[in-house]
């Protein structure tokens, strides 16, 4: 069998050149064996009709096994022959044609050089798409997270126009000024409550002396 892949030959028929020859062997090896078989019964039924012949059934079948040795050295010899000729000049594609999927290849011809440069370039290209995918990513993330900022400081702004309306319902001003009292407030409570702290210390020492 030839040791020529035909990888273009493969491409255009579907399969290999080689894988066809293969077949065509077996199934004329196979036809050979079984015509074999069929005149060797032929030949017992015949026999059989012979009593008294001196030719013995193990005498008939090595007879047959020489003949189909014969017969199969005969036919190697002539297959080769012909799997050379089918393989040269039927299913071989020659060297100056140019199957019509590869058409774009003759209009757009590249160097290994030009290849390795598109390759390269490809390459480029994927990595700065990953880039840009990931700045992406991460400005989406940035995005939902002033969203949720956003959101929060809209509660936070509405709490305050609230006070500010209970602020004037109840007719202490707008919000920042009751704010600012509040927060005055607050500082003089502060200190009445240390102040009454400091005087419940004072009174539980007296308590403990007397």
């Not at 015509?35 to 012949?53: C, D, Q, R, Y």
């Not at 509660?155 to 704010?179: A, M, P, V, Y």
Request: glycine content about 2%.
């Amino acid at each position: 069998m030839s040791v020529n892949p035909m990888a273009y030959e493969a491409q255009f028929f579907g399969f290999t050149p080689q894988t066809c020859m293969l077949r065509i062997y077996i199934a004329f090896q196979d036809y050979l064996f079984e015509t074999m078989l069929v005149v060797e019964s032929v030949i017992l039924k015949k026999l059989a009709g012979f009593p008294n012949s001196k030719i013995s059934p193990f005498q008939i079948r090595k007879s047959t096994e020489k003949f189909l040795l014969f017969m199969k050295e005969h036919f190697d010899k002539l297959f080769s022959k012909m799997e050379e000729v089918l393989l040269q000049l039927v299913l071989n594609i020659p060297e100056n044609v140019l199957l019509p999927e590869d058409k774009v290849h003759e209009q757009y011809s590249y160097s290994e050089e030009q290849f390795q440069a598109l390759q390269d370039e490809i390459r480029q290209l994927q990595e700065q798409y990953k880039a840009e995918a990931s700045a992406g990513q991460a400005l989406r993330a940035e995005l939902e997270e002033q969203k949720a900022v956003r959101a929060e400081l809209e509660k936070i702004l509405q709490w305050f126009d609230g006070l500010d309306n209970i602020c004037r319902e109840h007719g202490t001003g707008n919000f920042k000024e009751s704010f600012a009292f509040l927060t005055e407030n607050s500082k003089k409570l502060q200190d009445v409550l240390k102040d009454v702290e400091e005087k419940s210390k004072k009174m539980k020492k007296r308590d403990q002396l007397l």
